[in-house]
């Protein structure tokens, strides 16, 4: 065999040379042809050929040859008990991963040992704890698109945008399992982004444009995408279909990734017994969070500063127990509710406990000791669970009695709901506790699992074993006596069994019962008749034993396994238990306030941002009020002064309300919001080949179309990628449009300072401004909001604390004063020039209305955003409009 031989479909002219070994390896290759193969050889996991070696210059292993009748090829092996991290690496690389194991004893093979695909690991579909690095949920998605006329027959797949969208979201690793559908595209968009699935299939009608590349589109069989087929899988574990989802694209959906679900099952019974519920959900349900205003808010993660990590929201609030709590807490994060009742119900709850010192400590004390329940009976369900995942149960169970009784007192309906949703499943606490050893190995053919008195033929069996073995133990001492060789030694290997060792000065000793079994080097060693029958006694004792321990812990999986329901019941609130009790030690730590849900309006009193506040050793308090009479703010100021920090504090203030949270203010009442929109910072698409103007203007348009009044929109500096004329005119056109058409809560962080002027002309557009005081050449940030527009922006003295050098500075100052041999002390004060009214539009200015142009622009820079080299760029294009 050639030792470049290709891929499976290559083969076929090779196949009469096949060992078979290599031919079960190449059949198993082109039936699971989207994958990458890692064939079990005893301790190893092998790829041969290509495949060898990829994983050899991905893995970092060594690359060898195999050699046989039919000639040599590569080969790279992966150690099965370490086979997690290298599997990950290939994760990474793109691969997915089938791995093909042994599945018969090779003492019991006649020829080729069997082996069978047992699983296909891919990046949404994980289930180990190795490979799954983080307690966030883990989505596998499936998109779908068109419907059939009636409900049934053929498949028509429509192209045309009225076709309907069908989506569904699968954690295969805890059994959630979420559906909906959509005819717009925006919607579909914002809900994959929502979610962030890892991995996702995509029906034939559908396309791939709603994934990222951070997620892998796997092909999957088109036959699963049929209505009948997906309507029959449903119906398998749900019931009927039609009762559960709202039309045929979300049947597909769901039908489709069932069938992949149990596809990545290999060669296990493909049933996934744990996923007990589906969940049917509107997203008008909930405030949408796209992933411009997730990244904007950094709700999940926060941009690096000095190549540090930063703290986003969710690491404040994270005080969770276990990990149950930490998903639930990221998943309301993510999806925000827009229905005050229940929200009323979360915010009692976490009253309470704020005000309940004990008992919120003690439950939290309690909680420490939960496992992740949800992850845990899905192996149990899956038949991949061992002993000490089972006693990992058990001591998540036997906590429940205790917060059972710590909630004994509790006055508010959601707390005594969830008291009583804590069922304390005294029959399964009491099976493991029966059956299975407190500190089991994790091995589970290896005996030490089940507690001795759970049954009688076990203990006999190892009564026999302990016996022998005790007789074994005597053995020495009493062949020491009866030969008079003092060296005598019993022991035991796996190979020869139990033996008698006697050294060679010795050997003219030796009785002549004793049959020679093994000749060392110094020494020889022997058995005895009724050594040898100890030892089968023994060895069958054991064998006996470990097969019946085997059994009887497959036995006790399965019962527990039939319980799985009631333990993702129990998972499900507990985790919101945990999440309350966090928001509750949040909360009273910092001082956070319960907020008023409805009324007219955001209206926050002293509110502070609550990730800014921990890292500042004093944080300045601010107000906002956005109602009929004012819901649309300009803010001016100065870059640093806090703008932005003020516009994210109140769009955080408004989520956290949202989700049943405290807000970190003196008081607030907010009016619930459908959406949050941001326009906040700058960035490009270097690869998609749109520049930073390019994705600031999809963005405005993004929320321009889908604003309501019932919106919360935070803008900051509108149209600084264009001109400054261009970017003023956007900036008031903007304005205009959500005042006259949207009516969305606003707020307009602007260096324009003639958008200030709207306030005078629109009904409900205010200013207020963010001060600063100069001293000297320095300048000190108030980051203190105030009513109506600033007076100065500061922007060279901000490039001087920059560290622009100095000669650009001065250059600077005398720029804005429109002249270059203007001093110092001929300097117009901040105030002074804010005054000067700008150039006008439209005219080619020259002298002195060339020097307030370039005033203008230089004072429409967001030194913020800007690095050193774009701002000396900027500055030389200045000078030379001068000059000219």
Request: glycine share 8%.
């Amino acid at each position: 065999m050639d030792a470049a031989l290709g891929p499976p479909e290559q083969m076929a002219a090779h196949a009469d040379e096949l060992t078979p070994m290599m031919s079960q390896y190449f059949e198993l290759c082109a039936r699971y042809d989207d994958s990458l193969v890692l064939f079990q050889v005893g301790d190893f996991y092998e790829a041969f050929c290509e495949a060898a070696e990829s994983v050899s210059r991905l893995c970092e292993l060594t690359l060898t040859k195999r050699e046989d009748s039919t000639g040599s090829y590569p080969m790279t092996g992966i150690p099965v008990d370490n086979a997690a991290s290298y599997i990950d690496t290939l994760l990474d690389a793109g691969y997915r991963i089938a791995v093909a194991d042994q599945v018969q004893d090779p003492a019991e093979a006649t020829g080729v040992v069997d082996r069978a695909v047992t699983r296909i690991v891919t990046p949404g579909t994980l289930t180990e704890d190795e490979l799954l690095k983080t307690v966030d949920s883990n989505y596998v998605a499936c998109l779908t698109r068109g419907v059939s006329p009636d409900d049934g027959g053929d498949e028509d797949y429509r192209d045309g945008d009225d076709g309907e969208y069908g989506l569904a979201m699968l954690d295969v690793s805890t059994g959630e399992f979420v559906a909906t559908s959509a005819c717009r595209p925006a919607v579909v968009h914002d809900e994959v982004e929502r979610f962030a699935p890892a991995e996702a299939i995509v029906g034939p009608a559908a396309t791939t444009e709603f994934f990222d590349d951070e997620c892998m589109v796997s092909p999957y069989d088109p036959s699963a995408f049929e209505a009948a087929a997906a309507r029959e899988r449903v119906a398998a574990y749900f019931g009927d279909p039609a009762d559960l989802l709202a039309g045929p694209a979300e049947v597909r959906a769901c039908g489709a990734l069932l069938a992949y679900a149990e596809y990545t099952r290999g060669g296990e019974d493909g049933h996934l017994d744990y996923l007990n519920h589906l969940t049917r959900y509107d997203p008008r349900e909930y405030m949408l969070l796209d992933a411009v205003a997730l990244r904007s808010l950094e709700l999940f993660e926060r941009r690096a500063v000095h190549g540090a990590a930063g703290t986003a929201l969710v690491d404040v609030l994270d005080e969770t127990a276990c990990a149950l709590g930490s998903r639930r807490l990221k998943a309301w994060l993510r999806r925000p509710l827009v229905d005050r009742e229940p929200l009323e119900r979360r915010l009692d709850a976490v009253e309470e406990l704020i005000e309940g010192v004990k008992t919120r400590e003690g439950i939290h004390d309690y909680l420490r000791s939960v496992y992740d329940l949800e992850r845990l009976i899905g192996r149990v369900s899956r038949g991949r669970a061992n002993a000490r995942d089972l006693r990992s149960l058990l001591t998540t169970l036997d906590v429940v009695p205790a917060l059972v009784d710590e909630l004994a007192d509790v006055d508010c309906e959601k707390l005594r709901e969830l008291r009583a949703g804590l069922d304390e499943m005294a029959d399964v606490r009491d099976l493991i506790g029966r059956a299975i050893r407190e500190d089991p190995p994790i091995e589970i053919t290896e005996g030490s699992l089940i507690q001795p008195g759970y049954r009688d033929e076990l203990d006999e069996l190892r009564a026999t074993e302990r016996s022998g073995k005790r007789w074994i133990d005597d053995l020495e001492a009493a062949e020491r006596e009866r030969t008079g060789i003092d060296s005598l030694k019993v022991g035991y290997n796996r190979v020869h069994g139990y033996y008698i060792e006697v050294t060679d000065p010795n050997l003219d000793r030796v009785p002549a019962e004793y049959t020679r079994r093994q000749t060392l080097k110094n020494a020889e060693r022997f058995y005895t008749p009724e050594l040898k029958q100890r030892e089968d006694e023994i060895v069958r004792a054991t064998q006996r034993a470990d097969d019946l321990e085997h059994r009887l812990f497959r036995e006790v999986r399965t019962e527990v396994a039939a319980e799985s329901e009631r333990v993702q019941a129990l998972a499900a609130t507990l985790s919101e238990l945990d999440v309350l009790v966090a928001l509750a030690e949040v909360a009273a730590r910092y001082d956070y306030a319960r907020p008023g849900l409805g009324g007219d309006g955001i209206h926050v009193v002293g509110g502070r941002h609550p990730v800014v506040e921990r890292t500042r050793e004093s944080f300045v308090p601010n107000d906002v009020h956005l109602d009929e009479d004012g819901p649309f703010a300009v803010i001016t100021g100065p870059n640093m002064s806090g703008k932005s920090t003020y516009m994210r504090q109140v769009a955080l203030a408004v989520v956290m309300a949202q989700i049943g949270s405290f807000v970190p203010a003196a008081s607030a009442r907010i009016e619930l919001v459908d959406r949050v929109f941001t326009r906040i910072g700058a960035s490009d698409d270097i690869a998609g080949g749109r520049s930073t103007f390019m994705v600031e203007m999809t963005e405005l348009a993004d929320i321009l179309g889908g604003a309501t009044e019932r919106s919360l929109v935070l803008l900051d500096e509108v149209g600084r990628g264009t001109s400054t004329a261009d970017g003023l005119a956007i900036a008031q056109a903007v304005t205009e449009y959500i005042h006259d058409e949207v009516g969305a809560w606003t707020l307009f962080a602007t260096h324009h300072h003639e958008l200030t002027a709207v306030a005078d002309e629109l009904d409900g557009v205010y200013n207020c401004h963010f001060d600063a005081d100069q001293r000297g050449e320095e300048v000190v940030f108030e980051h203190e909001v105030s009513p109506g527009p600033a007076t100065a922006s500061y922007g060279v003295e901000v490039a001087g604390d920059a560290g622009i050098p100095d000669a650009v500075v001065e250059r600077s100052r005398k720029l804005l004063v429109g002249t270059e041999t203007a001093s110092d002390g001929e300097r117009d004060s901040p105030a002074e020039r804010e005054k000067k009214p700008p150039a006008a539009a439209g005219t080619e200015p020259t002298g002195d209305e060339a020097a307030g142009t370039v005033a203008a622009e230089l004072r429409a820079v967001n030194l913020a955003d800007t690095t050193p080299l774009e701002a000396l760029t900027l500055l030389h294009r200045l000078r030379d409009r001068l000059e000219d």
